[in-house]
């Protein structure tokens, strides 16, 4: 299988701190391949190296089959990057920053195309500081993609757009990656992790957590439905006796809220009849399929882990 992103032991230390700590794993030609992890897991250095912006302390990196610190100015005709933030000048207008960014590439994208497909052809005449930072956030997509690039770095994506506009552009970015387009993307928002990814890669302390189908890191888990609830009492003797039920794997308690985790639905009816069976109240009962949001919560260690007022109850 063609590979356009190649990463080998790459490490990036700041004095005596390691950012990224020996990671190795490589992105295929035409995926969507998303890196997530807790603010400070190496994230950021870690892309900013592929895309030639950082000097590795060590290790190989290969986009496209080239080196991005020997070969950078040869990668920027073929990659497109969109940035979490970016400064323009203030007295610049929407349709002067997209010709001069296409004066950088051999054979750019139409831009006022790239403006209609995402709202903005109306404000080409606008200066990009009277933009709402929503707006700013579609330019910094429609700049990424003037280089008609093979691959496509996307660094928190849809930061500060409302929840129409948000699939919107999920929809289009998936309609680029039909196209061929290998995208290398970042985000701390997991609903948009799930709905694009092919592959994920969990980064925690500069290190590789886990890695695969978004399918795959919740199956792993073995843990299907979710019950939370308020207990209205803090009886935790006789709450503590939930976790001989079969069905839940774990429970977590953080002072009157309690989440229990386990498989099958049957998960629901046991748990209610635990509750009566006890004489313990309760209110704001809910019971789901586990999002991929807990399923990153899991691995991180945040539903595993103890902070105050919190007990983990396990079988």
Same mark, same amino acid.
């Given at each position: 299988?063609?590979?356009?992103? *190649?990463?080998?032991?790459?490490?990036?230390?700041?004095?005596?701190? #390691? #950012?990224?700590?020996?990671?190795?794993?490589?992105?295929?030609?035409?995926?969507?391949? #998303?890196?997530?992890?807790? /603010?400070?897991?190496?994230?950021?250095?870690?892309?900013?190296?592929?895309?030639?912006?950082?000097?590795?302390?060590?290790?190989?990196?290969?986009?496209?089959?080239?080196?991005?610190?020997?070969?950078?100015?040869?990668?920027?005709?073929?990659?497109?990057?969109?940035?979490?933030?970016?400064?323009?000048?203030?007295?610049?207008? $929407?349709?002067?920053?997209?010709? &001069? %960014?296409?004066?950088?590439?051999?054979?750019?994208? +139409?831009?006022?195309?790239?403006?209609?497909?995402?709202?903005?052809?109306?404000?080409?005449?606008?200066?990009?500081?009277?933009?709402?930072?929503?707006?700013?956030?579609?330019?910094? $997509?429609?700049? *990424?993609?003037?280089?008609?690039?093979?691959?496509?770095?996307?660094?928190?994506? !849809?930061?500060?757009? +409302?929840?129409?506009?948000?699939?919107?552009?999920?929809?289009?970015?998936?309609?680029?990656?039909?196209?061929?387009? !290998?995208?290398?993307?970042? *985000?701390?928002?997991?609903?948009?992790?799930?709905?694009?990814?092919?592959?994920?890669?969990?980064?925690?302390?500069?290190?590789?957590? !886990?890695?695969?189908?978004?399918?795959?890191?919740?199956?792993?888990?073995?843990?299907?439905?979710?019950?939370?609830?308020?207990?209205?009492?803090?009886?935790?003797?006789?709450?503590?006796?939930?976790?001989?039920?079969?069905?839940?794997?774990?429970?977590?308690?953080?002072?009157?809220?309690?989440?229990?985790?386990? /498989?099958?639905?049957?998960?629901?009816? #046991?748990?209610?009849?635990? &509750?009566?069976?006890?004489?313990?109240?309760?209110?704001?009962?809910?019971?789901?399929?586990?999002?991929?949001?807990?399923?990153?919560? %899991?691995?991180?260690?945040?539903?595993?882990?103890?902070?105050?007022?919190?007990?983990?109850?396990?079988?």
């Amino acid at each position: 299988m063609d590979v356009d992103i *190649s990463v080998s032991h790459l490490s990036v230390r700041y004095r005596d701190f #390691a #950012a990224v700590d020996d990671i190795s794993f490589e992105v295929r030609k035409g995926e969507i391949f #998303a890196i997530i992890g807790p /603010n400070g897991s190496g994230k950021t250095s870690t892309v900013e190296c592929i895309e030639g912006l950082r000097r590795p302390f060590s290790g190989k990196i290969s986009v496209l089959g080239m080196d991005p610190q020997k070969r950078r100015r040869e990668i920027n005709q073929k990659v497109g990057v969109q940035l979490q933030s970016t400064e323009y000048q203030s007295r610049v207008k $929407v349709g002067e920053l997209c010709g &001069l %960014f296409q004066s950088f590439y051999p054979a750019p994208a +139409d831009a006022d195309s790239l403006l209609k497909e995402f709202g903005l052809l109306s404000k080409r005449k606008s200066y990009v500081s009277a933009l709402s930072g929503g707006e700013r956030q579609k330019l910094s $997509v429609v700049l *990424s993609l003037l280089p008609n690039p093979e691959v496509l770095f996307l660094d928190e994506l !849809t930061t500060g757009l +409302d929840p129409e506009a948000r699939r919107n552009l999920w929809d289009f970015i998936r309609k680029i990656n039909d196209g061929g387009t !290998t995208i290398l993307m970042v *985000s701390h928002f997991m609903d948009e992790v799930e709905y694009l990814a092919s592959r994920v890669m969990l980064l925690k302390n500069g290190k590789i957590l !886990t890695s695969g189908t978004v399918g795959g890191l919740r199956k792993n888990l073995n843990v299907s439905h979710k019950a939370s609830f308020r207990m209205c009492d803090n009886d935790r003797p006789r709450l503590n006796g939930m976790r001989s039920l079969r069905c839940i794997s774990k429970l977590v308690c953080r002072n009157h809220d309690v989440t229990a985790f386990g /498989n099958g639905e049957s998960m629901k009816e #046991a748990i209610l009849e635990y &509750l009566y069976g006890h004489g313990l109240r309760y209110s704001d009962f809910h019971f789901q399929e586990i999002s991929f949001e807990d399923v990153y919560l %899991f691995y991180t260690g945040y539903e595993s882990g103890r902070a105050d007022g919190d007990e983990q109850l396990e079988r």
